[in-house]
T-cell receptor, first 109, second 112 residues
Framework: AQTVTQSQPEMSVQEAETVTLSCTYD???????LFWYKQPPSRQMILVIR??????QNATENRFSVNFQKAAKSFSLKISDSQLGDAAMYFC??????FGAGTRLTVKP | DSGVTQTPKHLITATGQRVTLRCSPR?????VYWYQQSLDQGLQFLIQ???????AKGNILERFSAQQFPDLHSELNLSSLELGDSALYFC???????????FGEGSRLTVL
């Protein structure tokens, strides 16, 4: 079974600084998708970024980028120039059926 | 706005009762997914429908059932409700291909 592990229940970052959220997963598949979703206090789940496993290049979306290490089954999210609006729960997901327990990110002004 | 509509937004009911949650996917999306999120927990995948057919089943209890109708909207039926069923229930939809999910705002169920 595919499992997704987020080892950091909570993280804190100073505004304008950079923070990295960790995610590891387990799978025997060779081709798959990985996602990071953001859940702000409104509870709406919002896609942050996605990575296709067959692509070696790390995905980037503005201030958000990933470090995808396929052999290590690691998929971390880097948020640069953190903003107050980045404060939220962040969930790592393997395809559509496996989500990590989440990391609560606090941004300090 | 994700384009996915869920009703009701909030629902309070008693143990032993039955409720129905409704989801309208984004226009053109054939897949509908249901998830349960208990307080401060991650999302638990319940079930997926694709164009009216059950495609995948996750940790869905036997007391729960779902269906997708010809107009592609979906309903999640929860029966014999227990206190532990109190949670946020999300519906999501996706088109073909990359599997990106578009989530509704969720239905918050409180069982007293």
């Amino acid at each position: 079974a595919q499992t997704v592990t987020q080892s950091q229940p909570e993280m804190s970052v100073q505004e304008a600084e950079t923070v990295t959220l960790s995610c590891t997963y387990d799978t025997s598949e060779s081709d798959y998708y990985l996602f990071w979703y953001k859940q702000p206090p409104s509870r709406q789940m919002i896609l942050v970024i996605r990575q296709e496993a067959y692509k070696q290049q790390n995905a980037t979306e503005n201030r958000f980028s990933v470090n995808f290490q396929k052999a290590a089954k690691s998929f971390s999210l880097k948020i640069s120039d953190s903003q107050l609006g980045d404060a939220a729960m962040y969930f790592c997901a393997y395809e559509v059926a496996r989500f990590g327990a989440g990391t609560r990110l606090t941004v300090k002004p | 706005d994700s384009g996915v509509t869920q009703t009701p937004k909030h629902l309070i009911t008693a143990t032993g009762q039955r409720v129905t949650l409704r989801c309208s996917p984004r226009s053109g999306d054939l897949s509908v997914y249901w998830y349960q999120q208990s307080l401060d927990q991650g999302l638990q995948f319940l079930i997926q429908y694709y164009n009216g057919e059950e495609r995948a089943k996750g940790n869905i209890l036997e007391r729960f059932s779902a269906q997708q109708f010809p107009d592609l909207h979906s309903e999640l039926n929860l029966s014999s409700l227990e206190l532990g069923d109190s949670a946020l229930y999300f519906c999501a939809s996706s088109g073909q291909g990359v599997g990106e999910l578009f989530f509704g705002e969720g239905s918050r169920l409180t069982v007293l």
